[in-house]
């Protein structure tokens, strides 16, 4: 078993370039499938996540050819519309696939992705939205056997709740139906509209992406294009919390800076200094950071959910009392219990408030990653803590950051990974 091992309590002081984002990079692999030709994506982190997203569009018959962060996909013999149970389950968001699927073949076969990580994670917003556009789903075998008999048809769908996932399922499902397909209470995210942008330039026809009500009108057939994923936003606010934990300053390279605004003014308000000079973001930390009085997370342009945990490591060690509100996610506090056993005092109500009581140090300790932003956060308090921390689990980290102690050496930290 691999442990990361931090001796905290060093001062950053570098620069890092930040990754591609995965969230953005998952489902513009899986729209690789619907291209029938080779798809060019550049930027695609070197994670496990996407050598999942890989191996599936391997097994569906695409040749994937991997080139330092470049993917060449090439769909043209792509035939499968099943995905093995062993691969649905390896990575959450391989759900993302099914909308490919039945827009490329009419038809597909997944197993619910399963599982529970930070939440029940159901996909009903997913399948009825499938449902709206013709597709007839029945479980068989503990199967989603998905066809669509007529083809899918475009109609207008209103989202309960603006997921993420569901509104990608919708894009990839819709862009070659049959008429207009307009989806309102839409998911925001900028890894929306890399996906539109992805899918536009195949010869796709979203208009909207990034809003609540995008319109899709049909388009015949996706070609092949070069594609460049956008910098992961998530990624940088965990190097920004680094940073706001361990002290000094750290520059972060290739930032989106208005991806990253629902979380500046969190880190602004903990009294660190952020300064954007084009793509690169610069974070100055006072000698202690001050308590945020409210944090709550929500759908984009909200705080983000996966910037969460590492904020509230942060915070662990703040001036004052902050109060989380955890709104997307019903069991995403699974980091709290390990960051008490590096002694912060932090009490959670209902599983979804966090009462972080700010404590003068923390301390290092053997500790768990429970999940992927949950293992990241063990990091982020470690590098400000009293010795040494030991964190384990550490397949959930390698889920979605790529080269993490290679980076935060850079950043000045003193970090290994060990057998
Ligand atoms: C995506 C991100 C994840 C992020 C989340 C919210 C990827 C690969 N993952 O996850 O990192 O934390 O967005 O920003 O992009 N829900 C339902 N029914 C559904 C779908 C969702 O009830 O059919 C609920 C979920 O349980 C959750 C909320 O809606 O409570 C948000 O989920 P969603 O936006 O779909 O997140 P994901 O796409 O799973």
């Known amino acids: 078993m691999k442990n990361i091992v931090i001796n905290g309590g060093r001062k950053l002081d570098g620069s890092v370039s930040l990754q591609g984002s995965k969230n953005s990079a998952l489902p513009i692999l899986a729209a690789s499938a619907m291209v029938n030709g080779i798809s060019v994506i550049h930027n695609c982190p070197d994670l496990t996540d996407i050598s999942a997203a890989i191996k599936i569009l391997r097994y569906i018959g695409c040749k994937v050819k991997r080139e330092g962060n470049t993917v060449i996909v090439d769909a043209s013999c792509a035939g499968r519309f099943d995905i093995p149970e062993k691969l649905m389950r390896e990575m959450r968001s391989s759900i993302v696939f099914l909308g490919a699927l039945v827009s490329r073949f009419g038809r597909g076969s997944v197993t619910p992705p399963g599982g529970c990580e930070i939440g029940l994670r159901p996909i009903d917003l997913h399948l009825s939205a499938l449902q709206r556009m013709g597709v007839v789903i029945e479980e068989k075998n503990g199967r989603l056997e998905c066809n669509a008999p007529c083809g899918v048809r475009g109609c207008h769908i209103s989202l309960a709740f603006p997921s993420v996932g569901a509104t990608e399922n919708i894009l990839l499902a819709c862009v070659t139906a049959k008429g207009e397909t307009v989806i309102t209470n839409a998911a925001r995210e900028p890894e ?3 996906l539109a942008d992805f899918l536009n330039r195949c010869g796709a026809r979203i208009r909207g992406a990034g809003q609540s009500v ?42 989106i800076r208005e991806h990253l605004m629902p979380v500046t003014g969190i880190f602004e308000t903990a009294g660190c200094n952020v300064m954007f000079s084009g793509r690169e973001l610069i974070v100055r930390v006072p000698r202690r950071i001050s ?39 019903e069991n995403r506090f699974r980091h709290v219990p390990e960051l008490s056993k590096m002694g912060a005092d932090i009490r959670t109500e209902n599983g979804c408030v966090a009462v972080v009581e700010g404590v003068e140090r923390l301390r290092g300790a053997k ?6 932003r949950g293992g990241c956060a063990l990091a982020v308090a470690a590098l400000g803590a009293e010795g040494e921390t030991v964190i384990d689990s550490i397949h959930h980290i390698d889920r979605g950051c790529e080269n993490f102690e290679l980076c935060l050496t850079q950043l000045g930290a003193d970090v290994k990974r060990i057998q």
């Not at 910037?307 to 004052?320: C, E, Y």
């Not at 500790?367 to 992927?372: I, P, R, S």
């Open 192 to 194: 929306i509209v890399d």
């Open 214 to 255: 995008i319109h899709i009108s049909p388009a015949k057939e996706l070609v092949p294009v070069e594609h460049t994923i956008i910098p992961d936003r998530i990624i940088a606010s965990t190097y920004m919390a680094c940073a706001a934990a361990a002290g000094g300053a750290v520059s972060v390279k290739g930032v």
């Open 291 to 329: 308590r945020i009085r409210y944090l709550r997370t929500m759908p984009y342009p909200g705080f983000p959910t996966d910037a969460q945990a590492v904020v509230m490591a942060m915070l662990a060690t703040a001036n004052g009392t902050s109060v989380i509100t955890e709104k997307i996610f």
């Open 367 to 372: 500790v768990t990653a429970t999940d992927l």
